[in-house]
């Protein structure tokens, strides 16, 4: 068994028991990074959710300063348009499959994302306008 796996003299490359176990850890590490990698991505698209809606957020208080109001939708529903060109550059869409929800009366709204992973610390959690906040992967902002 013990001459299967020396070389003999003057022979030159690789036995293939050397080659299956290089082919082996290779295919292992690239398993972990890619794991590490789609974990990454579902991350960045739950910060970038966290992020339009706060810019929504912003574009609220202005349009509220400028009209005493926020623009009224009773049921949870899209983000609205009267938001842009004015108060924001364009209204900004969900980067997966989900859309964000929005709804409001004259001195009060609630704007949903639904994230990936589990919620921030911070929060709301409650339902109104027909936008429900309490699910684990529910992200709200209210003002």
Sequence with gaps: MLK???RRKGQKG???IELLVVIA???ILATIVLVSLN???SKARDVRRISDLRQVALA???YYDDNDAYPVLAVCGAIPAALAPTYMGAIPADPGTTAYGYGAAA???I???ILENTVPDGSYAGAEYGCGCA???YYCIRP
Excluded: H, N, V
């Design 4 to 6: 299967f796996f020396s």
């Design 14 to 16: 690789f036995t293939l």
């Design 25 to 27: 850890i290779i295919g």
């Design 39 to 41: 974990t990454a991505r």
């Design 60 to 62: 609220l208080e202005m």
């Design 107 to 109: 001195q009060d709204y």
């Design 111 to 113: 704007l949903r994302a």
């Design 135 to 137: 699910g684990a992967t």
